[in-house]
Antibody
Framework: QVQLVQSGAEVKKPGSSVKVSCKTS????????ITWVRQAPGQGLECMGG????????NYAQKFQGRVTITADESTNTAYMELSSLRSEDTAVYYC???????????WGQGTLVIVSS | DTQMTQSPSSLSASVGDRVTITCRAS??????LAWYQQKPGKVPKLLIY???TLQSGVPSRFSGSGSGTDFTLTISSLQPEDVATYYC?????????FGPGTKVDVK
């Protein structure tokens, strides 16, 4: 069974960075897309970008260009999302999810709460 | 980027009612459209992909239709456990933009 397990909750200061991990098991890691989706409190789902580990290059939504970096480590089947220059509006639950190339997101991580507060 | 809209933003219906949610894409996306269900405090769950294909394990009262720019999600007989927010998502190209969501409640 495919599982995505994310790192724990974080509290960060404005202006700092956060790096969230997503370890996958039970399936082929390298050829699937790992997508990062965030959800601010009481708000909808927002796609930040994704990566196909075998290609190694992240693809980012325009809103997050220059502030987000998505990477993957094929040796540990783990994907990472780093968001920099944090502000209070970045307070959200961050999810990783897996999908086929040009496919829906069929498996999701449990979510990681990131709180940005001074 | 292709924008996704949904209507209504919320609805309340009785158990057993037929419920229909609409999703519209600002550009044609063929059938590269998925629907997700998110119950309060839970992780989103894939219900339907390719506009009309039911994900394994999803009850048959859920169905999807549409192609191009206009899509619908139908719950044929609303159940109490269907209380959730429903999101459409296009996935023909990155980023996989989501619609704003439709909150479904039971009267």
């Amino acid at each position: 069974q495919v599982q995505l397990v994310q790192s724990g909750a974080e509290v960060k200061k404005p202006g700092s960075s956060v790096k969230v991990s997503c370890k996958t098991s039970g399936g082929t890691f390298s050829s699937y897309v790992i997508t990062w989706v965030r959800q601010a409190p009481g708000q909808g789902l927002e796609c930040m970008g994704g990566i196909i580990p075998m290609f190694g290059t992240g693809n980012y939504a325009q809103k997050f260009q220059g502030r987000v970096t998505i990477t993957a480590d094929e040796s540990t089947n783990t994907a990472y999302m780093e968001l920099s220059s944090l502000r209070s509006e970045d307070t959200a639950v961050y999810y990783c999810a897996r999908g086929e190339q040009v496919g829906p997101l069929d498996f999701w991580g449990q979510g990681t709460l990131v709180i940005v507060s001074s | 980027d292709t924008q996704m809209t949904q209507s209504p933003s919320s609805l309340s219906a009785s158990v057993g009612d037929r419920v229909t949610i609409t999703c519209r894409a600002s550009q044609g996306i063929a059938n590269f459209l998925a629907w997700y269900q998110q119950k309060p405090g839970k992780v989103p769950k894939l219900l339907i992909y390719a506009a009309s294909t039911l994900q394994s394990g999803v009850p048959s009262r859920f169905s999807g239709s549409g192609s191009g720019t206009d899509f619908t999600l139908t719950i044929s007989s609303l159940q109490p456990e269907d209380v959730a927010t429903y999101y459409c998502q296009k996935y023909n190209s990155a980023p996989g933009t989501f619609g704003p969501g439709t909150k479904v409640d039971v009267k």
